[in-house]
């Protein structure tokens, strides 16, 4: 049996992975400190694995990676490389590294963007320094693989949102913050910049789904991963308010940053893989989501 490591696992994507590989060895950042390098390593030398799923990172929205550029950038870095270097130590067979679409260039010369894109341009600035770590990982990937020939690779995720999100503080998603706003709201739901911004949002279950569909057929291709819609800031926070079945008007506050204008990929490779697959529409997903949450705190 293969034996599989996740880190991450209380995270939003984490935790849908470990439900689906229930005899992996999850572990979150309350049993191992991957900024240390000595207990990267030892959590390879004690778990063995032939499989490293990479879930675990600092993420968080536009005010925190706006407050914070130092913690997301060396924070990220650490839990990145030293993971890497520990998994290459013991020769661990299949690591998977989790990116994200904010590494893309700010303004990209087509959409929707490439995989081989990725460097053509400086990322959003509201981001930089995340999406350079993100970058540096999988940098580190390609390195590892053209030098030693592993059977690594990274996937870059569009946004995400889930139950099983950080609804709090700005460690919260988009679509997370927006379902805590709509909930509490009275009257107005007060959003940031212009409501314009395009984004793909995908279901977290949905990218789990996927994950797991490429370790069984032991796919170790590097692919963007996102549904094939996207929708405005505004679209969908027209769609929580429609959900939450309010009479809410919204306000925006234009002195506030809107973040990347565009940021679709294109899912060409993915779905040469995998053309039946199904993502969950967005109103669905975030019909679940939003229950989810209301369950919670009524």
């Avoid at 499989?51 to 924070?75: Q, R, S, T």
């Avoid at 341009?121 to 350079?132: I, M, R």
């Avoid at 929708?231 to 809410?248: D, P, Y």
Wanted: charge should be negative.
């Amino acid at each position: 049996m293969t034996k599989i490591l996740i880190t991450g696992a209380n995270g939003m994507l984490g935790n849908e992975l470990s439900t689906l590989f229930p005899d992996a060895y999850a572990m979150g950042s309350e049993d191992f400190d991957l900024t240390n390098p000595n207990e990267a390593l030892a959590i390879v030398e004690r778990f063995y694995p032939d499989l490293i799923i990479h879930c675990a990172a600092k993420v968080g929205g536009i005010i925190g990676n706006m407050n914070d550029p130092v913690g997301y950038f060396e924070e990220n870095i650490l839990m990145n490389t030293n993971l890497l270097r520990a998994a290459h130590e013991f020769k661990v067979p299949r690591f998977v590294g989790i990116a994200s679409t904010c590494i893309y260039p700010d303004k990209a010369s087509q959409y929707p963007m490439q995989e081989e894109t990725i460097l053509n341009g400086l990322p959003q600035e509201t981001n930089l320094a995340y999406a350079f770590a993100k970058r540096a990982m999988i940098v580190q990937i390609q390195s590892y693989i053209k030098q030693y020939g592993y059977k690594w690779n990274y996937l870059i995720p569009s946004n995400l949102y889930g139950e099983n999100d950080v609804f709090e503080g700005d460690r919260s998603h988009f679509i997370s913050a927006l379902i805590k706003k709509v909930f509490e709201a009275k009257d107005v739901v007060h959003l940031f910049g212009t409501g314009k911004p395009l984004r793909q949002f995908m279901y977290t279950k949905d990218l789990a789904a996927l994950i797991k569909m490429m370790i069984d057929d032991d796919c170790y291709q590097s692919l963007n991963i996102a549904p094939p819609y996207q929708h405005t800031i505004n679209g969908m926070a027209e769609m929580c308010i429609r959900i939450s079945e309010k009479r809410l008007r919204i306000e925006y506050d234009k002195t506030k940053p809107d973040g990347q204008l565009r940021r679709d990929v294109d899912t060409t490779k993915l779905m040469s893989l995998y053309p039946n697959f199904k993502f969950t529409p967005l109103e669905e997903g975030m019909r679940r989501v939003y229950d989810s949450f209301s369950k919670r705190h009524n």
